[in-house]
């Protein structure tokens, strides 16, 4: 029994950093409508500090010191960055809020490693609570006890500052309606600054605080990105209250899911909020939010498909990358293919995010599926290489089916934290399920049949794949599937009220992406020969977001050229420098804030602009202007 | 009552409020088909909130909807409109990112029930019928156009089209002309009585522009907070004193309202 109390008590212990950081987000979210990804990458950055400061500092009240400067000095950072960078993004698409926001995290990553090291650093204890407690005849650790304490009592400081102060009360009426309180004459930018500011500061101290409990390492953003998102899911995002009780719920949740399922406890969380997400869509505490602004919502130049020339020319690319073995070396083919199979997933989540509008941060857990699928049915069942691909990617559909089932009840912001949560679920899955996945160390030796086992013909079967695979989702944008798919993006209003079923629509644009991005999963197995939990990890997430928006949101080729360059640019950048996340993350951000339209998207414009007669639409008012 | 005797939409006791706000209270009235009914009231009556129950969008908290004589209280959008009522937006709502045919196409492509059928191209579906509709709102030549582009005037009569497309019983349509110029409201409303009278489509409209209503609502039934407060032939209802007086100030007087209007 006891041991059940201690089990709940240092759950609770847990709850508190884990809302401060929750709570710092919803305050941003309330004001400045934007869900700060980088709010994992402030945590992380209040720990480092933190583990410097207190190191520095001598004492008891060096240590507190120390831990409160390192939050206000990261909340200093969070000015810098709202000024230079958010005010240039408050009014753009919510994905490429996320998107910038994500960039600076990928870019923090590199930096804190460069600053700190690589390895793991065990911060000080805090000085007078390195005791513990008795309870029963079990230990609980005396810090534990002043976290338990802490959380309630932020939770009622925030309560007073927003009911009691003014700037409190200015920021509840922004969360409610902006355009009253610029009215008020009240200077807004320095609201949101502000308020970005306490956010900034809730997250650092929620880092800080960790120290004594935890080493301080350079992945613990994306750990407490994905809980923090999922605690603002359950709970509802801009709910204060809300954070507080699904930060509870979660760590509680973890602290006895470890007892139940001690390997696979996440999916213990997974079906809470599954079950929270179908009884209240916009979580326990949280308001339904008005429809999202709309998305890529950029440009209105309508799409077309293809004249014959574009697509005679497109053949004749198509015949010259097929050429490309009379020429190149194995290294470059096997280059070769891996664009392939990239502009396979790149093309897959084009359709879901470009045609759909539904922006997924979690695409990599397909591919992940797909790669596992291949692997197991190729080691365990002993199937040959094409049974493999068919059979593979068929784990990605099924994990489509379902994620997505509970994906597309939700749009914009919720809709990119769920996917997110649902990708981080399968790479902990694939990492902790060892006897099966082979955990860290992958499943290994997988390699492709005799007839394609050379670079050339697996080139040639990669090129194959890639053709029938993106020229399929193009067929698809085309077909009325994809204008209901686009209707329900532009306009959910209208599609509703002329008979197009939206999420049933969603529903299987949310499968098909997955199951081909799970193909291509499957056919980057057969070019490893292995298979890694990262194969589902963020980063590849990323990858495909950047691919996407590198090419263009709102083209229909974007994800194609998009892939293309990316991938050659990433080749090319990991072997040249060792920060290469610290370079991608600037171009994220640089193209986000200077180039949203991407390549392709750029490219039109120029096309339009000085070459009118090329476009179906230019002749079209060309046409008109004559009449 | 039988489904043949039965008017083409009968409501009855509708009501809804939103927290403590009354927004609709136990509205009934009933519409026949051709007939070209006007719902009119000030600002905040509760005449978005008619519509939006009516074609499914919320749910009523009491009261009952039928068409034909068959229930469709608390459908779906989508399946109110399977079963033939069309709607037009106080604020449009259409597609931006596709052309001015194309939207129509889409509506076309969804009443013909192919949504999921692969081997269709959209931008050829029923080229014929999308163009047909276009030219009988007069807006033949902007098939091509891309719809973000349009005016608001021409947004409103694209709406008509898309409203048009599965050859509606029953048309809603929730401030039709609003933000268009005087001269082509008129229009508008013309096109629309006509269409309804040759296809005996049943039309309820709102509208603050007391000219449009005066000129085509066959009847007119009136809001105001929520509750109907007069009914009766448009001579009838201008002479209402109850309509006077929430009226007083905002125009309802025909001939001032006229004159202001061809003065622009
Ligand atoms: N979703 C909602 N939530 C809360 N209140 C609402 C909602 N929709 C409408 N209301 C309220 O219900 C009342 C009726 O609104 P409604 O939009 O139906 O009026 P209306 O007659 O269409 O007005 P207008 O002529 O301005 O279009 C108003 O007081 C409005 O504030
Ligand atoms: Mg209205």
Same mark, same amino acid.
């Given at each position: 029994?006891?041991?059940?109390?201690?089990?709940?008590?240092?759950?609770?212990?847990?709850?508190?950093?884990?809302?401060?950081?929750?709570?710092? $987000?919803?305050?941003?979210?309330? /004001?400045?409508?934007?869900?700060?990804?980088?709010?994992?990458?402030?945590?992380?950055?209040?720990?480092?500090?933190?583990?410097?400061?207190?190191?520095?500092? %001598?004492?008891?009240?060096?240590?507190?010191?120390?831990?409160?400067?390192?939050?206000?000095?990261?909340?200093?950072?969070?000015?810098?960055?709202?000024?230079?960078?958010?005010?240039?993004?408050?009014?753009?698409?919510?994905?490429?809020?996320?998107?910038?926001?994500?960039? $600076?995290?990928?870019?923090?990553?590199?930096?804190?490693?460069?600053?700190?090291?690589?390895? @793991?650093?065990?911060?000080?204890?805090?000085?007078?609570?390195?005791?513990?407690?008795?309870?029963?005849?079990?230990?609980?650790?005396?810090? @534990?006890?002043?976290?338990?304490?802490?959380?309630?009592?932020?939770?009622?400081?925030?309560?007073?500052?927003?009911?009691?102060?003014?700037?409190?009360?200015?920021?509840?009426?922004?969360?409610?309606?902006?355009?009253?309180?610029?009215?008020?004459?009240?200077?807004?930018?320095?609201?949101?600054?502000?308020?970005?500011?306490?956010?900034?500061?809730?997250?650092? $101290?929620?880092?800080?605080?960790?120290?004594?409990?935890?080493?301080?390492?350079?992945?613990?953003?994306?750990?407490?990105?994905?809980? /923090?998102?999922?605690?603002?899911?359950?709970?509802?995002?801009?709910?204060?209250?809300?954070?507080? #009780?699904?930060?509870?719920?979660?760590?509680?949740?973890?602290?006895?899911?470890?007892?139940?399922?001690?390997?696979?406890?996440?999916?213990?969380?997974?079906?809470?909020? %599954?079950?929270? $997400?179908?009884?209240?869509?916009?979580?326990?505490?949280?308001?339904?939010?008005?429809?999202?602004?709309?998305?890529?919502?950029?440009?209105?130049?309508?799409?077309?498909?293809?004249?014959?020339?574009?697509?005679?020319?497109?053949?004749?690319?198509?015949?010259?990358?097929?050429?490309?073995?009379?020429?190149?070396?194995?290294?470059?083919?096997?280059?070769?293919?891996?664009?392939?199979?990239?502009?396979?997933?790149?093309?897959?989540?084009?359709?879901?995010?470009?045609?759909?509008?539904?922006?997924?941060?979690?695409?990599?857990?397909?591919?992940?599926?797909?790669?596992?699928?291949?692997?197991?049915?190729?080691?365990?069942?002993?199937?040959?290489?094409?049974?493999?691909?068919?059979?593979?990617?068929?784990?990605?559909?099924?994990?489509?089916?379902?994620?997505?089932?509970?994906?597309?009840?939700?749009?914009?912001?919720?809709?990119?934290?769920?996917?997110?949560?649902? %990708?981080?679920?399968?790479?902990?899955?694939?990492?902790?399920?060892?006897?099966?996945?082979?955990?860290?160390?992958?499943?290994?030796?997988?390699?492709?049949?005799?007839?394609?086992?050379?670079?050339?013909?697996?080139?040639?079967?990669?090129?194959? #794949?890639?053709?029938?695979?993106?020229?399929?989702?193009?067929?698809?944008?085309?077909?009325?599937?994809?204008?209901?798919?686009?209707?329900?993006?532009?306009?959910?209003?209208?599609?509703?009220?002329?008979?197009? @079923?939206?999420?049933? /629509?969603?529903?299987?644009?949310?499968?098909?992406?997955?199951?081909?991005?799970?193909?291509?999963?499957?056919?980057?197995?057969?070019?490893?020969?292995?298979?890694?939990?990262?194969? %589902?990890?963020?980063?590849?997430?990323?990858?495909?977001?950047?691919?996407?928006?590198?090419?263009?949101?709102?083209?229909?080729?974007?994800?194609? #050229?998009?892939?293309?360059?990316?991938?050659?640019?990433?080749?090319?950048?990991?072997?040249?420098?060792?920060?290469?996340?610290?370079?991608?993350?600037?171009?994220?951000? /640089?193209?986000?804030?200077?180039?949203?339209?991407?390549?392709?998207?750029?490219?039109?414009?120029?096309?339009?602009?000085?070459?009118?007669?090329?476009?179906?639409?230019?002749?079209?008012?060309?046409?008109?202007?004559?009449? | 009552?039988?489904?043949?005797?039965?008017?083409?939409?009968?409501?009855?006791?509708?009501?809804?409020?939103?927290?403590?706000?009354?927004?609709?209270?136990?509205?009934?009235?009933?519409?026949?088909?051709?007939?070209?009914?006007?719902?009119?009231?000030?600002?905040?009556?509760?005449?978005?909130?008619?519509?939006?129950?009516?074609?499914?969008?919320?749910?009523? @908290?009491?009261?009952?909807?039928?068409?034909?004589?068959?229930?469709?209280?608390?459908?779906?959008?989508?399946?109110?409109?399977?079963?033939?009522?069309?709607?037009?937006?106080?604020?449009?709502?259409?597609?931006?990112?596709?052309?001015?045919?194309?939207?129509?196409? #889409?509506?076309?492509?969804?009443?013909?029930?192919?949504?999921?059928?692969?081997?269709?191209?959209?931008?050829?579906?029923?080229?014929?019928?999308?163009?047909?509709?276009?030219?009988?709102?007069?807006?033949?030549?902007?098939?091509?156009?891309?719809?973000?582009?349009?005016?608001?005037?021409?947004?409103?009569?694209?709406?008509?089209?898309?409203?048009?497309?599965?050859?509606?019983?029953?048309?809603?349509?929730?401030?039709?002309?609003?933000?268009?110029?005087?001269?082509?409201?008129?229009?508008?409303?013309?096109?629309?009585?006509?269409?309804?009278?040759?296809?005996?489509?049943?039309?309820?409209?709102?509208?603050?522009?007391?000219?449009?209503?005066?000129?085509?609502?066959?009847?007119?039934?009136?809001?105001?907070?929520?509750?109907?407060?007069?009914?009766?032939?448009?001579?009838?209802?201008?002479?209402?004193?109850?309509?006077?007086?929430?009226?007083?100030?905002?125009?309802?007087?025909?001939?001032?309202?006229?004159?202001?209007?061809?003065?622009?």
């Amino acid at each position: 029994m006891s041991f059940y109390v201690v089990q709940f008590l240092s759950g609770l212990a847990s709850a508190a950093s884990l809302f401060l950081v929750a709570s710092g $987000l919803s305050i941003i979210f309330g /004001v400045t409508r934007i869900v700060n990804f980088a709010h994992g990458a402030f945590y992380m950055v209040g720990a480092y500090l933190a583990y410097t400061l207190t190191e520095q500092l %001598a004492g008891t009240f060096g240590f507190w010191a120390g831990i409160v400067l390192a939050a206000l000095a990261v909340a200093a950072i969070g000015v810098v960055v709202e000024m230079v960078l958010l005010r240039r993004i408050y009014r753009s698409p919510e994905l490429f809020q996320l998107l910038a926001t994500f960039g $600076l995290t990928l870019m923090v990553e590199d930096l804190v490693v460069l600053i700190w090291g690589p390895d @793991d650093l065990l911060g000080r204890r805090a000085p007078g609570m390195r005791g513990a407690i008795d309870i029963f005849g079990q230990n609980l650790p005396t810090y @534990d006890v002043f976290l338990i304490v802490l959380g309630p009592l932020v939770l009622g400081l925030l309560w007073l500052l927003f009911r009691r102060t003014r700037w409190g009360i200015l920021v509840r009426a922004a969360t409610q309606d902006r355009d009253t309180v610029a009215a008020l004459g009240v200077n807004q930018k320095w609201l949101f600054t502000s308020v970005f500011a306490l956010g900034v500061f809730l997250a650092a $101290l929620g880092g800080a605080l960790q120290i004594p409990r935890d080493a301080v390492n350079h992945t613990m953003d994306l750990r407490i990105i994905v809980d /923090v998102f999922v605690v603002v899911v359950i709970g509802g995002l801009g709910s204060i209250t809300g954070a507080f #009780v699904a930060a509870v719920l979660v760590s509680e949740l973890n602290a006895f899911g470890i007892l139940v399922f001690p390997k696979i406890s996440i999916v213990l969380i997974f079906l809470v909020m %599954a079950v929270v $997400l179908v009884v209240r869509p916009w979580g326990l505490f949280g308001k339904p939010e008005a429809p999202a602004r709309q998305m890529p919502g950029l440009t209105v130049r309508p799409w077309r498909p293809l004249s014959v020339n574009e697509r005679l020319a497109f053949l004749v690319l198509l015949i010259a990358a097929a050429a490309l073995p009379l020429f190149a070396g194995n290294y470059v083919l096997t280059i070769g293919a891996e664009i392939a199979i990239f502009a396979i997933f790149a093309a897959s989540l084009h359709f879901m995010m470009a045609v759909g509008g539904l922006a997924s941060f979690g695409h990599a857990a397909y591919f992940g599926l797909g790669s596992y699928g291949v692997a197991m049915l190729a080691k365990f069942a002993g199937l040959p290489m094409v049974a493999c691909l068919l059979l593979g990617p068929l784990m990605g559909l099924i994990g489509a089916v379902v994620f997505g089932w509970f994906c597309v009840r939700l749009s914009g912001v919720y809709f990119a934290m769920l996917t997110l949560a649902f %990708a981080q679920i399968v790479w902990s899955i694939a990492f902790q399920w060892v006897e099966v996945t082979g955990g860290d160390n992958g499943m290994l030796g997988i390699w492709p049949d005799a007839w394609v086992a050379t670079p050339a013909t697996f080139y040639w079967l990669s090129l194959t #794949v890639a053709a029938l695979a993106v020229g399929g989702l193009r067929w698809l944008t085309f077909s009325p599937f994809g204008y209901a798919l686009r209707a329900m993006r532009d306009s959910p209003l209208r599609s509703e009220s002329v008979g197009i @079923d939206g999420k049933r /629509v969603q529903w299987a644009a949310f499968v098909v992406a997955g199951t081909v991005a799970a193909l291509a999963g499957a056919m980057f197995v057969y070019l490893k020969g292995s298979v890694f939990p990262d194969n %589902a990890g963020i980063a590849l997430s990323v990858d495909a977001l950047v691919m996407v928006l590198l090419g263009g949101v709102e083209t229909v080729s974007g994800a194609l #050229v998009g892939a293309i360059v990316y991938k050659a640019l990433a080749i090319w950048l990991v072997s040249y420098t060792e920060l290469s996340k610290l370079v991608l993350g600037a171009i994220i951000v /640089v193209m986000v804030v200077a180039f949203p339209k991407g390549l392709v998207g750029m490219w039109e414009v120029l096309q339009a602009r000085y070459w009118p007669g090329a476009t179906a639409s230019g002749k079209a008012r060309r046409a008109e202007v004559a009449e | 009552m039988s489904a043949s005797t039965a008017p083409l939409l009968a409501v009855e006791g509708l009501t809804k409020s939103f927290g403590g706000v009354h927004a609709v209270r136990n509205v009934s009235f009933a519409l026949t088909a051709g007939e070209i009914l006007a719902l009119i009231g000030p600002n905040g009556a509760g005449k978005t909130t008619c519509f939006n129950m009516l074609n499914g969008q919320i749910t009523p @908290d009491a009261g009952h909807i039928r068409l034909e004589g068959r229930e469709i209280t608390g459908l779906a959008p989508r399946e109110v409109w399977r079963r033939g009522v069309g709607r037009t937006f106080q604020i449009t709502a259409t597609f931006p990112t596709m052309t001015v045919r194309e939207n129509v196409q #889409v509506v076309l492509v969804s009443h013909e029930g192919q949504i999921f059928n692969p081997w269709c191209s959209t931008p050829t579906f029923a080229l014929a019928e999308a163009d047909r509709l276009l030219e009988l709102v007069g807006m033949g030549g902007f098939a091509e156009r891309p719809c973000g582009e349009l005016a608001y005037g021409d947004l409103k009569r694209l709406e008509l089209a898309v409203a048009l497309a599965n050859r509606p019983k029953l048309l809603l349509m929730d401030e039709p002309t609003a933000g268009m110029a005087p001269r082509e409201r008129i229009e508008l409303m013309r096109l629309t009585a006509r269409i309804a009278r040759e296809q005996k489509i049943g039309v309820l409209f709102t509208e603050h522009d007391m000219d449009v209503v005066f000129e085509h609502a066959d009847r007119v039934i009136v809001l105001n907070r929520g509750m109907l407060i007069a009914e009766g032939t448009p001579a009838e209802v201008r002479h209402d004193p109850q309509v006077r007086a929430i009226y007083l100030g905002e125009g309802l007087v025909y001939d001032a309202r006229h004159r202001e209007d061809s003065a622009t």
